[in-house]
């Protein structure tokens, strides 16, 4: 299952909570990658580009689906700009949008150097939130916001709708929308 969303959305905090609560291992994308630049992701895009940063997280991405394992993968905010990317992730198991309003974003992520995108300030950074959300909402089956719930409640909402979804039911266990 893969959890999907903006920058600060609470991917990393939700996905080892969700994949011990399903009994699966948790897969941090950016991490991996990472580990396999040697470096931050930021000093990869400095000295890289954006274009080959997405070509590495694309790769990452195939390989992780590829295995066939089940996994909790908490991606990049930007991997589902590549349509590719939303297609192959829905095909390989549940994908979960984790959303926050940009107002919570920013407190949490602040002008952290380590997040390559907001080097263009404030109106870059709604701007990308605007253009992604979109993205997000038809890359994922369900979505949840973690504004509302804490990251203990949000994952015990998500393993309860990826069990449901996997034992063949359609929308949240409680019958309430996602």
């Known amino acids: 299952m893969f959890l999907v969303g903006f920058m600060g959305a609470g991917k990393t905090t939700v ?3 969700v ?12 991490a991996l990658l990472e580990a396999r630049f040697g470096r931050p992701i930021a000093a ?3 000295t890289e580009g954006e274009a080959a940063f997405r070509r590495e997280e694309k790769a990452l991405l195939f390989r ?4 066939r394992a089940p996994l909790v993968v ?7 700009v590549d349509p590719e ?38 109106a870059a950074m709604r701007a990308l939130f605007r253009r992604r959300f ?7 089956h369900c979505a949840i916001s973690t504004a509302r719930f804490s990251p203990e409640a949000a994952a015990a909402r998500i393993a ?5 979804r996997e034992d063949g039911h359609a929308g949240m266990p409680d019958g309430t929308q996602s």
């Open 15 to 17: 996905g080892p909570l």
């Open 19 to 30: 994949a011990a609560r399903l009994g699966r291992r948790w897969v941090d994308m950016d």
């Open 44 to 46: 990869f895009f400095q």
């Open 64 to 67: 992780l689906t590829d295995e």
């Open 74 to 80: 908490s991606t990049g905010g930007g991997v589902v």
């Open 85 to 122: 990317n939303r297609a192959r992730m829905r095909a390989a198991g549940t994908v979960v949008f984790l959303y926050a309003p940009l107002s919570a974003v920013r407190e949490r992520v602040g002008a952290d150097p380590a997040r390559p995108l907001l080097a263009g300030g404030e």
């Open 134 to 140: 979109a993205l997000y909402r038809a890359a994922a």
């Open 160 to 164: 309860a709708y990826v069990r449901h």
